[in-house]
C-alpha cells in the first residue's frame, strides 16, 4: 500500500502559527465595531477599495499597524502579526461581492435634523464682512476652521466627517455652508450662527457636491451605488434617487462629478463608465427639451417611458466619457477631458454633439481652471497633473493658444478679476514647496515664492476684494501663509493642520471667474 501524504492544505495550517484566524474573522473582531460589519463605515470610514483606492498597500498596512495621527484609528501592532496585518489589508481592497443598496429609505435613516430652522438667529452672531469668510479644510485633523477674512482670525473650528473632498458650496446668500466627504457625508453647517444644522449620509462613495443657483436643491455625484442623489437643501432630505444607467444596453455608471450650470437651471453630470453626458433640470417648470421621451434616447430605443421625474434628464452622447469639465461663460459649451485621453473635447450643450477637439497631454485638471481675459479674448488656463505646464486656451476658437511651462505639475490654479495675477501650485513635482505667479496679461511666469521650504505648497485662494492670497502649507504642522497680492509679500502665518482648501463665500457665490465653482 503506498505511503499516505498530507495534503498542502493541512501541511500549511501546521505551519501557520497558533493564532492565525482568517482574515473575515479578523475583521470581525478588530475593525467591524468601528467601520461596520459590511465595511460601508459607522464611527469609522468605509473600508471599500473605493474609498482606499488612493493608499497604496505598504501605506495601509501601516495605518493599521501603527494607527492614523489625529484619528480615532489605534495601531494593531501590539495585536497582530504581520501576516495578519497584510491579510486584512488584503480583505479591505477586496470590491464587496454585490453593489450596495443606498437608496431614499437608508439615506433618510441617515438623516439628522440637529438645529430646528425656526431656532436659527436671523443675523450674524459676529462683526465681520459676512461675505469675506473663509472655510477652510483642514484635512490633517479632520477639521474645518471658519476664518475672518478681513483679520485673518478664526472664527470657529469644528470637527467634520472623514476626508471632505471637493468644494465646500454656498447657499446664493452665502449664509449656509455644505460639506461632502468621501463616504457621502453630507453637513449643512449655518456661519451666522457657527454650527452644523443637519446631516445626512447620500451616497457610500461620493465625488462632490452642486446646490441649485436658487438654493433650492443639492446634488450629490457618486461612485457607489452608480446615482446621482437630488436633496432638499433646507433640510437634506432626500427628494430622488437616480440610478445612472443606459437602460439599452444595461449598463450603469459612476458619476465622476457633477456641476452647477445656473443660466440652464440644470445640474451636468460627468459619468465615469458611459459615453454620455447627462443634464438634469432642477427648474420648478423644466424646459421642453427635457420633456417627451425618457432620458432623450432617440426614438424608438426605449419606447413607452415616460419621464415623471420632477428632475428629467437630457442626455448628450459622446464618443468615450469625459471626466473633468470646464463651461464657457454661457454654459452653452463645455470642454471635458479624459485622465487618460491626452485630448480636450468641447460639447454643445444646445446641440447635443461634439463640436471641437483639442490636443491637451499630460492629465488637464479642468474642474479647477480659471477664465480671465488676454489680449481681449476670453480664455481658460487650466493646469496638468501629470505634465509641468499650464495650457492656456480661447473659449471661443477651442485652441490651445499658449502652453506656459512650469516647475512640476500641480493641482490648482486660482486669479480674481481684481488682480492680474495668477497662483499656480506645482505640488505633484519634485519641487512641491514653490508656487508660480503668472501674469495674465502676458501669459509670463513673473515670480516664484517658497512660503515653506521642504514643506508641499498647495490651493490657494484670494480675499473677496483680491487683496490678499492665502495658500496653504499641506503637511500636519502646515500653514496658511497670507500674501500681499501686489507686492508678493508674507502679511500673517496662521498654523493650520494640512490646509487642503479654502473657499471665499463672496468669490463663491459671486461666481467669481478666478476661482472654481
Ligand atoms: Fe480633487 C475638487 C476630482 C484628487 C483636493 N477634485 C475636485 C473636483 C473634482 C475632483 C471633480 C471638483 C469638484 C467640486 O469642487 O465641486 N480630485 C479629483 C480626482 O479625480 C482626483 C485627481 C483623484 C481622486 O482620488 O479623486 C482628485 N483632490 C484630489 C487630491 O488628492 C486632493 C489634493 C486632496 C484630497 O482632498 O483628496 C484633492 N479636489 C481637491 C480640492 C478641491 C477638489 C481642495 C476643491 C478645489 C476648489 O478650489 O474648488
Known amino acids: 500500500m503506498p505511503a499516505r501524504w498530507p495534503s498542502l492544505a493541512l501541511l500549511m495550517a501546521l505551519a501557520a502559527p497558533a493564532s492565525a484566524m482568517p482574515a473575515p474573522e479578523l475583521y470581525r473582531e478588530h475593525c467591524a465595531s468601528c467601520h461596520g460589519e459590511d465595511r460601508l463605515g459607522r464611527m469609522g470610514p468605509a473600508l471599500l477599495p473605493e474609498s482606499l483606492g488612493r493608499l497604496k498597500p505598504p501605506a495601509l498596512e501601516a495605518v493599521i499597524r501603527d494607527g492614523r495621527p489625529a484619528t480615532q484609528m489605534p495601531g494593531f501592532a501590539d495585536r497582530l502579526d504581520e501576516a495578519e496585518i497584510a491579510a486584512l489589508a488584503e480583505l479591505v481592497r477586496t470590491p464587496l461581492a454585490e453593489m450596495p443598496r443606498w437608496g431614499v429609505e437608508e439615506i433618510e435613516a441617515s438623516r439628522v435634523v440637529l438645529v430646528a430652522p425656526e431656532a436659527l438667529p436671523d443675523r450674524p452672531q459676529w462683526h465681520t464682512d459676512p461675505l469675506n469668510l473663509f472655510v477652510v479644510v483642514e484635512a490633517g485633523d479632520q477639521h474645518v476652521t471658519i476664518l475672518d477674512g478681513d483679520r485673518f482670525e478664526p472664527l470657529a473650528r469644528f470637527p467634520t466627517h472623514f476626508a471632505l473632498h471637493g468644494g465646500p458650496k454656498f447657499s446664493p446668500d452665502g449664509r449656509f455652508v455644505h460639506l461632502m466627504s468621501r463616504d457621502g457625508w453630507v453637513t449643512r453647517y449655518d456661519l451666522w450662527s457657527l454650527q452644523p444644522v443637519a446631516e445626512v449620509r447620500a451616497g457610500i462613495n461620493s465625488r462632490n457636491i452642486a446646490i441649485s443657483d436658487d438654493g433650492r436643491v443639492i446634488a450629490v455625484a457618486n461612485y457607489l451605488p452608480h446615482s446621482l442623489v437630488i436633496l432638499d437643501a433646507a433640510t437634506l432630505a432626500p427628494l430622488e434617487v437616480k440610478t445612472v444607467d443606459d437602460p439599452f444596453h444595461k449598463r450603469t455608471s459612476r458619476v465622476s462629478a457633477v456641476y452647477q450650470a445656473a443660466p440652464r437651471r440644470s445640474f451636468i453630470l460627468a459619468l465615469k463608465d458611459l459615453p454620455e453626458i447627462w443634464e438634469v433640470s432642477y427648474a420648478p417648470e423644466p424646459p421642453a427639451v427635457f420633456a417627451g421621451l425618457v432620458h432623450n434616447y432617440e426614438p424608438g430605443m426605449v419606447e413607452g417611458l415616460a419621464e415623471t421625474s420632477p428632475f428629467p434628464v437630457r442626455r448628450i452622447p459622446l464618443t468615450a466619457p469625459l471626466d473633468d469639465f470646464f463651461f464657457d461663460p454661457t454654459y452653452t459649451n463645455l470642454i471635458g477631458s479624459s485622465r487618460d485621453g491626452g485630448k480636450g473635447v468641447v460639447v454643445n450643450l444646445d446641440v447635443r454633439r461634439e463640436i471641437a477637439e483639442l490636443p491637451l497631454p499630460g492629465l488637464p485638471h479642468l474642474g479647477s481652471g480659471i477664465a480671465f481675459s488676454w489680449q481681449g479674448r476670453p480664455v481658460l488656463a487650466t493646469p496638468h497633473l501629470g505634465e509641468a505646464a499650464l495650457s492656456v486656451i480661447d473659449l471661443k ?10 516647475l512640476g505639475p500641480g493641482f490648482f490654479i486660482r486669479g480674481h478679476e481684481a488682480s492680474p495675477y495668477a497662483w499656480i501650485d506645482v505640488s505633484l513635482g519634485p519641487e512641491k514647496d514653490k508656487l508660480q505667479i503668472l501674469d495674465t496679461r502676458t501669459l509670463e511666469l513673473v515670480a516664484t515664492l517658497q ?4 514643506k508641499i505648497t498647495g490651493h490657494v485662494e484670494l480675499t473677496r476684494d ?12 502646515g500653514e496658511l501663509v497670507v500674501y500681499d497680492t501686489a507686492t508678493f509679500a508674507v502679511v500673517k502665518r496662521l498654523p493650520m493642520v494640512k490646509p487642503v482648501g479654502k473657499y471665499n463665500v463672496g468669490n463663491k457665490i459671486s461666481r467669481s471667474p478666478g476661482t472654481s465653482h
Open 397 to 406: 476658437s477651442w485652441q490651445v493658444v499658449e502652453r506656459v511651462a512650469t
Open 451 to 454: 512660503p515653506a521650504p521642504g
Open 466 to 477: 483680491g487683496r490678499f492670497a492665502l495658500v496653504s502649507v499641506s503637511e500636519m504642522d
